[in-house]
């Protein structure tokens, strides 16, 4: 049991480029969850999906594109990637929505864009 | 502006003692609140979490307490130990219409707790 797990863990972009990062879940869980970290801050919610083709924005979506075509995968898109968009990116997963019950997350992602 | 802040960045407690962790919310419509946990290179851990209709919430050696009126809630650790060391953020949710979350939990900065041997 992997729990949620991020690929890639590392990556260094040039301005302008686009990439993917793959969160999965073995969990089974329904609602998954993409954050991203910068320093000195709190998580903050870049887009999160209520379950499989489904997707929502969260508090800071812009530049960012999201998909769920499987349950237990979300993924999450850059596709002209900028400097401000430098930061440590988490995804997570929860089996409830209702009074969000927990919200397992994975190891994170540092993007770093030149 | 912050809905949710935690207004000491860092803390340093002694093994043993009482390590108190304090958030401050703005938003009246949350109604719940969880504690997370991070160690350097992982992602949080959820550790306590508390509804807006109690005022306290125990889980072995943490306790978290909400005091509505003022808006605070804060995250007791009893006794305090070194493997405690790790940042906290506290974390907030919005009722939805249908009586759940909306699905969107607001963070604070977070407070790095050091507790020294």
């Known amino acids: 049991n992997a729990g949620v797990t991020q690929t890639p863990k590392f990556r260094v972009l040039k301005t302008g480029q686009s990439m993917t990062l793959l969160c999965a879940q073995d969990?089974?869980?329904?609602?998954m969850y993409w954050y991203r970290q910068d320093p000195g801050m709190g998580l903050r919610l870049i887009h999160y999906?209520?379950?499989?083709?489904?997707?929502a924005k969260g508090e800071v979506p812009d530049g960012y594109n999201v998909s769920r075509l499987k349950k237990q995968n979300f993924l999450l898109g850059l596709e002209s990637a900028a400097p401000s968009q430098t930061s440590v990116y988490f995804c997570?997963?929860?089996?409830?929505?209702?009074?969000?019950?927990?919200?397992?997350f994975g190891p994170g992602t540092r993007l770093t864009v030149l | 502006d912050q809905q949710v802040k935690q207004n000491s960045p860092s803390l340093s407690v002694q093994e043993g003692r009482i390590s108190i962790l304090n958030c401050d919310y703005t938003?009246?419509?949350?109604?719940?609140f969880l504690w997370y946990k991070k160690y350097p290179a992982e992602g949080p851990t959820f550790l306590i979490s508390?509804?807006?209709?109690?005022d306290k919430n125990e889980d072995g050696r943490f306790t978290v307490f909400l005091n509505k009126s003022a808006k605070h809630l804060s995250l007791h650790i009893v006794p305090s130990q070194p493997g405690d060391s790790a940042v906290y953020f506290c974390?907030?949710?919005?009722?939805?219409?249908?009586?759940?979350?909306?699905?969107?939990?607001?963070f604070g900065k977070g407070t790095k707790l050091s507790v020294k041997p």
């Open positions: 969990m089974n869980h329904e609602y």
């Open positions: 999906s209520v379950g499989e083709g489904t997707t």
């Open positions: 997570a997963s929860s089996y409830s929505l209702v009074r969000i019950g927990t919200q397992y």
């Open positions: 508390i509804s807006s209709i109690k």
């Open positions: 974390a907030a949710s919005v009722k939805g219409r249908s009586g759940g979350s909306q699905g969107n939990l607001i």
């Open positions: 938003n009246s419509m949350f109604d719940y």
